[in-house]
Nanobody, 126 residues
């Protein structure tokens, strides 16, 4: 089991930046591919980005590529999402998720992630 707790959300003006953190507890965080997803009101949850267990590979949704960066610190059991040049359409609840240990593919599919945090709200004003 992996428990995930997100933090760092808030209200920011368009063009601003936020850094989200996801603290993990439980077994083998360093062995888990980690992902960030988001869900805006009235919309389905969507992929934002993901990172391999050692941080060497990452994948991003086209809508955030070049603006968002995922990183991880396995010594601190934490994964980060640095969000720059934020837009109003980035407003959503952001969720951290983990793939099961032993799976190495950096995937974009919600169903590939077994463990989820409670989410943190990000609101970008025009």
């Amino acid at each position: 089991q992996v428990q995930l707790v997100e933090s760092g959300g808030g209200l920011v003006q368009a063009g601003g930046s936020l850094r989200l953190s996801c603290a993990a507890s439980g077994r083998t965080f360093s062995g888990n591919v980690m992902g960030w997803f988001r869900q805006a009101p009235g919309k389905e949850r969507e992929f934002v980005g993901s990172i391999s267990s050692r941080g060497g590979r990452s994948s991003y949704a086209d809508s955030v590529k070049g603006r968002f960066t995922i990183s991880r610190d396995n010594a601190r059991n934490t994964v980060y999402l640095q969000m720059n040049s934020l837009k109003p359409e980035d407003t959503a609840v952001y969720y951290c998720a983990a793939r099961p240990p032993g799976t190495s593919a950096v995937t974009t599919t919600i169903g590939d992630y077994d463990y989820w945090g409670q989410g943190t709200q990000v609101t970008v004003s025009p």
